[in-house]
């Protein structure tokens, strides 16, 4: 059974750091892309930043220059280190494996449960 599990988030003020996790069980973890989504409240998710098996990695737009995506194949965990954060950085977090290209919509697997992530002062 696959199992996507989120941590890492919190509170934070703008222009501050976190650094999110996402481990997954159950399934090939090395050899796929893997992406970080948010979604905001009252907003649909989106793609935030992808990593191939190479370790490739693509952002948007919005994120670009902030946040950095990593991944350590061994323990299955893909990370997104998030600095200079925003306000309009507050979402709940997610990772999944997108199908087809890197920023697809559509995922793999089932969403895990998130990690919220709020920027405010």
């Known amino acids: 059974q696959v199992q996507l599990v989120e941590s890492g988030g919190g509170l934070v003020q703008p222009g501050g750091s976190l650094r999110l996790s996402c481990t997954a069980s159950?399934?090939?973890?090395?050899?796929?892309?893997w992406s970080w989504y948010r979604q905001a409240p009252g907003k649909q998710r989106e793609w935030v930043a992808a990593i191939s098996s190479g370790g490739s990695t693509k952002y948007a737009d919005s994120v670009k220059g902030r946040f950095t995506i990593s991944r350590d194949n061994g323990k299955n965990t893909v990370y997104l280190q998030m600095n200079n954060l925003k306000p309009e950085d507050t979402a709940v977090y997610y990772c999944n494996r997108p199908q087809g290209a890197w920023n697809s919509a559509k995922t793999v697997y089932a969403w895990g449960q998130g990690t919220p992530v709020t920027v405010s002062s």
């Open positions: 159950g399934i090939v973890f090395s050899s796929a892309v």
